[in-house]
């Protein structure tokens, strides 16, 4: 079955960490650049960090520079977020897919909620 599929989500204190996992399956995962998006209510998805297939390259968004890594393990078909010093602003659903987005995978996941409380 082709799909992208996240965990790791949770309620968190300001300051606070979370590791984000996402599974991939029905694709050859290394293949493909793959980002971490993040949607908050209201608000367009947006990209919060992305990674070559091999790792060599890798871009985050300003808002989490610094504070959010993001890695992967080809022969687990996962991708990583580590988010450390989180904020209220982190409060979205996480969610994966390729970078840029699209249906290799399928639809996008069902993501996995991330609150962050004062």
């Known amino acids: 079955q082709v799909q992208l599929v996240e965990s790791g989500g949770g309620l968190v204190q300001a300051g606070g960490s979370l590791r984000l996992s996402c599974v991939g399956s029905?694709?050859?995962?290394?293949?493909?650049?793959m980002g971490w998006y993040r949607q908050a209510p209201g608000k367009e998805r947006e990209l919060v960090a992305a990674i070559a297939w091999s790792g060599g390259y890798i871009r985050y968004a300003d808002f989490v520079k610094g504070r959010f890594t993001i890695s992967r393990d080809n022969d687990k078909d996962t991708v990583y977020l580590q988010m450390n010093s989180l904020k209220p602003e982190d409060t979205a659903i996480y969610y994966c897919?390729?970078?840029?987005?699209?249906?290799?995978?399928?639809?996008w996941g069902p993501g996995t909620q991330v609150t962050v409380s004062s």
């Open positions: 029905g694709r050859t995962f290394s293949f493909y650049r």
């Open positions: 897919n390729t970078d840029p987005a699209s249906q290799v995978f399928g639809s």
